[in-house]
């Protein structure tokens, strides 16, 4: 990503100096020292229902809540875990307890201390289910904490966890003050003084529908590891305001009405990337790939021929390039190519095999046609429901499981149907386990997590069903934080689920920014693969 | 008018304001509010999907969904959850949304006066706008008069939408006349009343001629003309006078086309608003702010027919003799 932005700078700072035409100097400050102060303008597409980071579950929100929220322990591009508020820890030899300094002198923006107390405080709030706060997930290793000296903390699990780390690097594990927490009766979800953390910019105002702002935390010093700079925001203020259309986006940039926009549509990708005066960027994709997830226990996709039909039946390639102009990279395994532990292997192993899909579904007894060309076994037609949450659809994914659909009549006699249904009647069949195909991506989180969840029988999808699910796997994945022992475990788990067609990936979601040349800094933060908060923004306005 | 107040001075003095019919309407008004909560409610629960597992969304981890059923009192029984519900109603409390776990009362009053503005300042936009229409073609040319009517079938016919994306594109993103967001003075104010005022105008304005070109066919517009009152007199006093009474009612159908229009128009513009509040509840199975919102919904509906069925008695003395 930074090659792809130092080009986009280089081919800013050349138009500028053409349009300059020989003039002495280049007043273009793009290769010059960030400058502290002015303000910026964010257009974003989704405006957080609840803004308190322990409790969100919303991937748009993060980007917002990083501003003023912070973790333990932060996470680089390469997927290196970085001191954050944490300084630095050690882990036992059994993996059972993790020894965390503090780093010292960080005060929470109401001027509360923070120290080994908030931290407890804050972790033996998440994790009692009682509080049901969205933390509680990632913690249910967890066994408590105890404070050693105020800035000594020692954190004890119950089973060694190769992705505790990854939970305190977790957003929803970000440190909130302790009299923010508590507030009786206060869910800290609103967006007002009293939800208060150690982050560098301090939340000025909030207009509901509108926009929300911030202004710098002059006395901030904690920033994370991976960060581009220490000390105070470059920013003085920066402001989020709330576009949820896409054309209005990129219509509030092009007539400078906003500054920088998260969410570029498609079609409009090309006004700025590569343009004179904009900057255009993407975010890595290491989450779980926008997929098809396949009950095994429902017919006729309980049958793993139908499902390998199902999965070589179309030319994904073609479907992907067509519909997002080569904005997005086709999938070929559960986690994003990004990703450390992404199982190369994968790579072309499969799809876009018409004959064999054929083959198979012949093979499987479904060997007559219906009028309308639909392979048929005994009177009932080859169908396989596809129901899409409504409130989940966004960049066109219908559109694309439209094209597929199409193409598995065409191909093979299969019909996808494709339907929108409500989230209200997802939760109800995720709840009696009828549901049939779920398309969906998951946030970035360790794989561990993220496979519990779709494929594990802790997990959302195969809820209480260990025999349908690869609870082996995970947990094996999960107990050794040898990276080549995890990495066995995952590269297993992405085969199995491909092979036998419990998963179809189908492409990696990024997240894209673009801006106008006078924005600088812009980055992804990699717990979240979206915006990194406007700590390292600076603007030459 | 002279007729109007010969017929007062004949009568016995009973106040102008018809107190019965009043006492009538508020207590009918009640019982629709009741009724349009309880059928919301109870259709709310017939919806599919358990609501404890919606707001555990995709975390699952043991004691989440009892904690959630216990936090928000899901573990009783739909009827006792309705008491309860009412009950709270009663005493002026709307509850705590489940989404945004915030007092509803708050949610509301943060975002309402925003539609407020909106629709009640795009409600006065496109009255006016409406009458012009329908004052300058009467009596026109058929060509004048077809022209205006296309016109007006436009602005009603065109998705709010895509009326809203137009707009900014020329005057917000072409021209930057006017600000694309926000509720920050008058001008970001402009676009979205022009969206929703469009196709108020154009429907009151098809109604308004017809009436007036009815009206000027009644023996007592002979009358007035007989007496040689100026023509723009006979159509601004006379006849669109007596044109504005079937338009009154009306009026409780522009309302909710308004508040509706609100919901697409804040959307399109990132304007505040109930609008968005309301379809983010309804997806969400946010049920304490859907009962607030149908509440609202009704009060206006019982408090707009209850001050238009008054206007009429006063406007209109031929209702008062009927009393």
Known sequence: ?541 | MAIALQQTSTRPKTGVLPWRRILTRLASGALVLWAAVTIAFFTLQAIPGDIADILAGEQTYPGLKEAISAEWGLDRSVFEQYLAFLGRLLSGDLGTSYVQRQPVADVLAAQVWSTVELAVVAGIVGAVLAVVLAVVSIGRSRVVRSAMSTLELVFTSVPTFWVGILLLMVFSFQWRLFPVAGANGWQSLVLPVVTLALPTAGFLAQVIRESMERTLTEPFIVTVRARGVAESLVLLRHALGHALLPVMTLVGGVIGGLLGGAVITETVFGRPGIGTITLGAVTGKDIPVVMAVVLFAALIYVVVSTVLDILYTIVDPRLRAQR
């Open chain 1, 1 to 541: 990503m930074k090659n792809q932005f130092r080009i986009a700078i280089v081919a800013a700072a050349t138009f500028a100096l053409t349009a300059c035409a020989g003039g002495t100097a280049a007043t273009n400050t793009d290769d010059g020292d960030p400058v502290t102060g002015g303000s910026l303008t964010w257009g974003v597409s989704v405006e957080p229902v609840c803004y308190n980071p322990q409790r969100s579950g919303q991937q748009n929100s993060f980007p917002i809540i990083r501003n003023f929220a912070e973790s333990l322990v932060g996470k680089d591009a390469d997927g290196e875990y970085t001191p954050w508020l944490a300084d630095s820890w050690e882990i036992s030899d059994d993996g059972l307890t993790y020894d965390l300094k503090l780093r010292e002198g960080v005060t929470f923006t109401d001027g509360t201390v923070f120290d080994a107390e908030a931290v407890k405080t804050n972790l033996d709030f998440v994790a009692d289910p009682a509080n049901a706060t969205a933390a509680g997930t990632g913690l249910t290793n967890f066994a408590g904490a105890t404070v050693v000296d105020a800035n000594t903390i020692e954190l004890k699990l119950e089973t060694p966890d190769a992705a505790f780390l990854d939970t305190l690097a977790s957003i929803t594990t970000a440190i909130l003050s302790p009299a923010s927490l508590a507030l009786e009766g206060n869910d800290l979800c609103a967006a007002n003084a009293d939800l208060v953390g150690t982050g560098p910019f301090i939340l000025s105002d909030y207009q509901a529908g509108q926009e929300i702002s911030f202004v710098a935390n002059e006395d901030y010093d904690s920033a994370p590891g991976y960060a581009a700079h220490t000390g105070r925001a470059y920013l003085d203020e920066v402001t989020y305001r709330f576009l949820p259309e896409a054309t209005v986006r990129t219509g509030a940039l092009s007539s400078n009405q906003v500054d920088i926009i998260e969410g570029v549509q498609v079609t409009d990708t090309a006004l700025f990337d590569d343009q004179p005066g904009y900057v255009y960027e993407t975010g890595p994709s290491t989450g779980t790939a926008f997929s098809l997830n396949i009950n095994t226990r429902i017919a006729p996709a309980d049958d793993v021929r139908v499902r390998q039909a199902l999965r070589d039946g179309f030319d994904l390639d073609a479907l992907v390039e067509n519909q997002y102009l080569g904005t997005v990279q086709r999938a070929f395994s559960s986690i994003g190519p990004d990703s450390p532990f992404f199982d190369a292997d994968l790579v072309d192993s499969w799809g876009d095999d018409v004959d064999g899909a054929n083959e198979l579904l012949d093979e499987a007894g479904w060997t007559d046609r219906d009028g309308e060309g639909f392979r048929t076994k005994d009177g009932e037609r080859l169908t396989i429901v596809v129901g899409y949450p409504e409130p989940y659809i966004r960049d066109q994914r219908d559109v694309l499981l439209q094209g597929v659909q199409a193409q598995l009549k065409e191909n093979i006699g299969l019909n996808l149907d494709v339907q929108s249904i409500t989230s209200a009647q997802f939760t109800d069949e995720l709840a009696k386990a009828t549901w049939s195909v779920y398309p969906n991506t998951l946030p970035t989180s360790d794989p561990s997590i993220l496979f519990r969840s779709i494929f594990g029988s802790e997990g959302f999808l195969y809820a209480k069903a260990p025999e349908f699910a690869l609870d082996d796997l995970i947990a094996q994945s999960r107990a050794t934080s040898v990276a080549s022992e995890r990495k066995a475990a995952f590269d297993e788990i992405q085969q199995t689920v491909v092979d036998d067609a419990r998963y179809i990936p189908l492409y990696h979601p990024v997240y894209t920014v673009a801006s106008t040349d006078l924005v600088h800094g812009i980055s992804f933060e990699p717990t979240l693969n979206s915006p990194s908060s406007s700590y390292d923004l600076w603007t030459s306005k």
